[in-house]
């Protein structure tokens, strides 16, 4: 089915669904609009109140840039001042590789943390580390992380009021049609900003080894830690779920993964943690489609989910956080032509007015 009809039947879908978009705030691209050119994989902070950095990698020619496009893709940033985003510029270029999953982390007003992955495939990476003390408008020098250490692989790390990083990781070896493969979730911790890393893991399905990856971190109201994953089952003819993993010691030991109720097509998501189990995820709702982008909340810690909103009729791997005004801000990938090339949109919703009844019970 083409990319066009696809779309009229999404927002048909969408409009039915809602008749009215009061929740809705803002929407805008922060990408820039480039013939032959894709983007991807965003990441978002509030580096002080109402001033936003976002960051995704994105490069030029004819494909994705996670399929198809395999050198010239960078990572790009731009900068919200409370009025308006700044032109994106380039702040990490690969002329021939590959740039992946680039994941902001804030530890304090102004001072960040850029992760991110050099190689031809996922598969295959280098990790890095890039600093920021003034919220992102320069950078000290790339660190190379420890082999073995991967840092954060789609979303974002937490941030302890001890100053530890808990940072949600995943390593993936095979290709879906090779014989052999597998996955496994790990947490990676700094109790020094990065300096020294502490692996814990692997936290794996036992009887499928090809699975989840990339997990969101988010404490439940008893201060549990929990983590989602990803699921790669669509790939291999399977069907995929988000799994979840309960850790009641800071992160150190985990339980067995579980399947939860929500349906994943081998796709990112991400989980904004408000905390007293205030929580909310970003994610498709589907088995096998990448659209559309829902959103469904907890007040209880992740025991009960609300049903599934759809927040846009197109959109995939999604960034969030809940700014210092309690608006949440959403970054994702969406198609920008009948190609399938994406450019990075950003929606800014007010979650209180929406009104969601019934119940999933997890």
């Known amino acids: 089915m083409k990319f066009r009809k696809i779309f009229s039947i999404l927002v048909l879908v969408s409009i039915f669904g809602l008749e009215a978009e009061e929740?809705?705030?803002?929407?805008?691209?922060?990408?820039?609009?480039?013939?032959?050119?894709?983007?991807?994989?965003?990441?978002?902070?509030?580096?002080?109140?109402?001033h936003l950095c976002a960051v995704w990698k994105g490069g030029p020619g004819e494909g994705k840039s996670n399929i198809d496009l395999k050198e010239n893709v960078g990572i790009w940033i731009s900068h919200f001042n409370g009025n308006s985003w700044s032109e994106p510029q380039e702040i990490v270029s690969q002329e021939h590789s590959v740039c992946w999953n680039p994941v902001l982390?804030?530890?304090?007003?102004?001072?960040?943390?850029?992760?991110?992955?050099?190689?031809?495939?996922?598969?295959?990476?280098?990790?890095?580390?890039?600093?920021?003390?003034d919220g992102g408008q320069t950078w000290n020098q790339e660190e190379i992380l420890p082999a073995g250490i991967t840092g954060p692989t789609k979303n974002r790390p937490i941030v302890t009021v001890e100053g530890k990083l808990i940072s949600p990781s995943s390593i993936s070896v095979g290709e879906p049609n090779d014989p052999w493969k597998a996955t496994a979730c790990w947490i990676e911790m700094s109790s020094d900003e990065g300096a020294h890393w502490v692996k814990v893991g692997p936290v794996e399905l036992l009887n499928r080894k090809f699975g989840p990856i990339e997990p969101a971190l988010f404490y439940d109201a008893e201060g549990n830690l929990h983590m989602f994953c990803r699921d790669r089952a669509h790939k291999i003819g399977g069907i995929g779920y988000i799994w979840e993993a309960i850790s009641r010691d800071g992160g150190y030991t985990w339980s067995a993964l579980r399947q939860t109720l929500f349906p994943n097509p081998d796709a990112g998501f991400d989980i904004i943690d408000q905390g007293k189990g205030e929580l909310a995820l970003i994610y498709n709702h589907s088995h096998t489609n990448r659209y559309p982008l829902n959103l469904s909340i907890s007040s209880d810690g992740g025991l009960h989910w609300s049903e599934p909103f759809i927040i846009d009729s197109i959109g995939e791997f999604p960034a969030a956080i809940t700014t210092s005004d309690g608006l949440v801000h959403i970054t994702y990938a969406v198609p920008s032509s009948s190609e399938g090339q994406r450019r990075i949109k950003h929606l800014v919703i007010d979650k209180n007015k929406i009104s969601i009844s019934r119940n999933l019970v997890q």
């Open 23 to 50: 929740w809705k705030v803002k929407e805008e691209f922060l990408s820039p609009d480039r013939k032959s050119f894709d983007c991807h994989s965003s990441s978002l902070v509030e580096t002080t109140p109402n």
């Open 105 to 133: 982390c804030k530890l304090s007003e102004n001072k960040l943390l850029l992760f991110y992955r050099v190689g031809p495939d996922p598969r295959r990476t280098v990790s890095f580390l890039k600093r920021s003390f």
